[in-house]
């Protein structure tokens, strides 16, 4: 780490892998095999990271890295058509109901700045609505009451973003109908898109309230504006077809990640044809990407999504959640009781909130639960060798690799430090 903080801001390429908020040191890893990370001491963790979250059948899957072999040997990058970009590609528009056409890009970031920019082209409107505490990846226009890190570094906004690039940005409050509805009677008329992550996962995990999603799909259809679900976090973990299956309501555009590229960069964005369309060579929206389609991450991706139809991974994971909701419920109902504790689980999601016995229904009340103390279960999981993201503003992921055994692990540190709080 030493090291690392002489040559990165932080020791960190990313600022979710800092400490900053639980405090202590980062752990620098080595390998990873199955469910289990080894960090260059050789200690082992429980993953419950996942990376947060491409890797849904556990690190160094045998099918993804053979895969991934054969491919190095043929090509690491064209720079021109493949032919497994489009087997990609077609799986996906296969899963994803109402998903006509796509483009690859190389990281979420670029798939959501793009989509909007898509949206933008298509409707001829410039100003978008996102919520507080979703995260749509780091581009300027995005940065505002953002959730993920920013939220963990209690500044959900960021330096060196003018207001010029961030003026057409509108808030509103996640699962609040009235505070969309406000701003489409101020500015209906210039709105572009509403991006919203359909599963808030960035904030910890927010479900969205019955009917919110389907409201969304109402009144962007009555302003003519675009709808992008952001399923970078959820795509391809929660249900084949993605959250317009799970809640029946259907985006114009979606965005994806991780999970799409196996672990190694590719995202994409995509929706209804006349809306790519726009994009470039068709249409007058530019994107491009020297590395985008990239051969090995398509491989990657490919293997994943297969491993995930062979291994039957939505219900498997289901009934893994719905194991890890039974411990809980039998090993922290008293301290749920006692408004210490409150749970929640979507599919492999799950999150804890401390402090309160209420699940948040948005950043404001997620903000408002026991921060400190997550970072105390944060370093008693670490001290028992249980990896998760460092932040109270994140949330766990199941792989298809982790156990009953695991699970029981992990809830029980949980209880012991809330024992001792006691
Ligand atoms: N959207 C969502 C919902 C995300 O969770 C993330 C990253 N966690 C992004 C976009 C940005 O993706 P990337 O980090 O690959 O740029």
Redesign the pocket.
């Known amino acids: 780490m030493e090291r690392s903080q002489r040559v990165f801001p932080g020791g960190v390429n990313?600022p979710?892998r800092s400490f900053q908020s639980v405090g202590g040191t980062p752990i620098v890893f080595s390998s990873g095999k199955g469910k289990y990370l080894y960090d260059v001491d050789g200690n082992e963790f429980i993953d419950f990271c996942a990376s947060?979250?491409p890797l849904i059948v556990g690190y160094s899957h045998p099918a993804i890295l053979s895969a991934m072999e054969e491919q190095l040997h043929k090509a690491v990058t064209f720079g021109a058509p493949s032919d497994l970009e489009v087997r990609l590609a077609e799986k996906v528009i296969d899963w994803v109901p109402g998903l006509e056409m796509l483009r690859f890009v190389?990281?979420?970031?670029?798939?959501?700045m793009s989509a909007v920019r898509a949206a933008r082209a298509a409707t001829g409107k410039n100003k978008f609505i996102k919520f507080e505490g979703?995260?749509?990846?780091?581009a300027d226009q995005?940065l505002v009451k953002a959730?993920?890190g920013l939220a963990t570094l209690g500044n959900p906004s960021s330096a060196g973003v003018p207001e010029g690039t961030i003026s057409d940005t509108l808030t509103a409050i996640y699962n609040s109908e009235e505070s969309v509805n406000e701003l489409f009677e101020k500015f209906g008329n210039e709105i572009a898109a509403v991006i919203i992550?359909p599963v808030a996962?960035?904030m910890g995990l927010v479900l969205p309230k019955p009917g919110f999603l389907q409201f969304l799909r109402k009144i962007t259809e009555k302003f003519s504006a675009v709808l992008i679900f952001?399923?970078?976090?959820?795509g391809f973990r929660l249900a084949r077809g993605g959250c317009a299956e799970l809640f029946s309501v259907q985006p114009d555009m979606w965005?994806f990640?991780?999970i799409i590229g196996g672990g190694v960069?590719a995202?994409a964005y995509g929706g209804k044809k006349e809306i790519m369309q726009q994009v470039a060579p068709l249409g007058a929206a530019y994107q491009a990407g020297t590395l985008s389609g990239n051969p090995l991450a398509m491989v990657a991706g490919y293997a994943t999504l297969c491993e995930i139809e062979k291994q039957s991974a939505f219900n498997l994971l289901e009934k893994l959640g719905q194991k890890l909701d039974s411990i809980v419920e039998t090993e922290l109902k008293p301290f749920f009781e006692k408004e210490k504790i409150c749970y929640v689980r979507e599919g492999s999601f799950f999150c804890f909130f401390f402090g309160t016995n209420k699940l948040p229904n948005n950043f404001s009340e997620v903000a408002a639960t026991n921060m400190t103390l997550f970072n105390k279960v944060y370093h008693a999981w670490i001290k028992q060798g249980i990896y998760l993201g460092p932040s109270g503003y994140e949330v766990g992921f199941l792989s298809t690799c982790i156990e009953e055994s695991d699970l029981k692990k992990m809830v029980n540190v949980v209880k012991d430090v809330l024992m001792t709080e006691e």
């Open positions: 990313s979710v947060w979250g190389s990281s979420g970031t670029e798939a959501t979703c995260y749509h990846g780091h995005f959730g993920s992550e996962a960035n952001d399923e970078v976090m959820t965005t990640g991780k960069p995202a």
